[in-house]
Structure formats: C-alpha cells, structure tokens
C-alpha cells in the first residue's frame, strides 16, 4: 500500500514570498491533515479536512496560510505572504480510523 | 488547556540499557493516547494506541503502557536501530485531532 506522498521535499524562499506544498494521502482515508513541526518540537495541527470539508482549522493563521482539498483526495496548503517564523517541516497526514500516517515532510527554509 | 509533558527530552543508552520514557498529559477527557517514532528526515511513524487505563501493548523491544495520568515507552535492550525521537500524542476530540508532546530524543550507541 502505498503510503501519503508530499511534494516538494524541500523549499527556500525570501520572506514575503509565496509558497505551495502538496499531498497526496493514502488511498480510501477520509480524513487529512496538515502539521507544522518546528524543529525540537512535535506537530502542531494546521487544518483537518474530513472529505473535502474543514473540521478544525482553529490554528491556522488564516491571514497567510490557506488550504483546499478538491474532491476530498490531494490537497494543498499556501503560505502568502511567508514571515521568517513559517520555517519548519510542514507534515501531511491521512488517518482512515484515528490512526494517523504521515507523509515525509517539506522542509520551508524562509530567509 | 490540554497539555502533553514528555521525559526526558533527550536518552542516551549503551545498546542492551533498557530504560523508560515518559508521557504525562492533562486532558478533559482521554479518548486515547499513541505512540510515535520520527527519525531524522521522515515524517512520525505509527506505533501504538492505547485506550483505556492498564492497557499495554508489545512490538519488538518496545512496551507501552497508559494509567489515568501517563503513558511510559519502555525500551528493553536496545540496539542502535533502536535510535530515534519518540513522540506521544492524545486523541482530543472524536474527530481524531491529536495533540502532541514535544518528544523524547533516544541515542543508543553501540
């Protein structure tokens, strides 16, 4: 089975610059969700779609930070404009029960 | 505020030390609590759920165990493949949404 993709793995930009990460989850999961995770931390959540809809996006910074999911399968998270602080690994992970997986990652380096 | 303590941040173990980790939480009302291994690079890999106070449950060398306040990652012999951040989570809401603790880092030199 395969497990979630995420692309790109890596990404530099200039801060006020915008940016684009996508994911792929696993097959017949349902439920997707976007983490942050700054280094010497654990995930924070983001944004949770069950289907294509939102459930929780409480911690998402929506005056930078957006994210869709067509049709309930891939989605995509932006950043625009990216401060300094957006540097982190952002993580992608589909759940099917409440177990999650999780994708590897695209690190976000802003300067 | 749900809150979620691990202990300590950072392990470093001569291969075949067991040793303990700790997960202490404060939660409204537990749903279930899981276990993670990150390795350097990867995103957090799945190896546990517990749900109920005096639930344990067993892969390879490591044992998990959950009471009403804390969670402990018990790592009998390691070896160095053993190395890794151990992350634990609480399932807050029945929506799935976890909440993590800032993990334990685990060195086991040879």
């Known amino acids: 089975e395969a497990g979630v993709a995420q692309s790109p793995r890596y990404k530099i930009i200039e801060k006020r610059q915008s940016v684009a990460f996508w994911c792929n989850p696993i097959?017949?999961?349902?439920?997707l969700y976007w983490y942050q995770q700054i280094l010497g931390q654990g995930p924070k959540l983001l944004i949770q779609?069950?289907?294509?809809?939102?459930?929780?996006d409480s911690q998402l910074p929506k005056d930078r930070f957006s994210a869709e999911r067509l049709k309930g399968v891939d989605s995509t998270l932006k950043i625009q404009p990216a401060k300094l602080e957006d540097s982190a690994v952002y993580l992608c992970?589909?759940?099917?029960?409440?177990?999650?997986?999780f994708g590897p990652g695209t690190r976000l380096t802003v300067t | 505020e749900d809150q979620v303590t691990q202990s300590p941040e950072a392990l470093r173990l001569q291969e075949g030390e067991s040793s303990s980790l700790n997960c202490s939480y404060t939660?409204?009302?537990?749903?279930?609590l899981f276990w993670y291994r990150q390795d350097p690079g990867k995103g957090p890999e799945f190896l546990f759920t517990?749900?109920?106070a005096g639930e344990e449950k067993e892969k390879e060398r490591l044992k998990a165990t959950l009471t009403k306040k804390e969670s402990f990652l018990h790592i009998t012999a390691p070896k160095p493949e053993d190395s890794a951040t151990y992350l634990c989570?609480?399932?807050?809401?029945?929506?799935?949404?976890?909440?993590f603790g800032a993990g334990t880092q685990v060195v086991v030199t040879p």
């Open positions: 779609f069950q289907n294509n809809g939102v459930v929780d």
């Open positions: 939660v409204s009302g537990l749903r279930g």
């Open positions: 517990l749900y109920s």
């Open positions: 989570a609480v399932l807050t809401d029945s929506w799935g949404k976890l909440q």
């Open positions: 992970a589909s759940s099917f029960n409440y177990e999650q997986y």
């Open positions: 097959s017949g999961h349902a439920t």
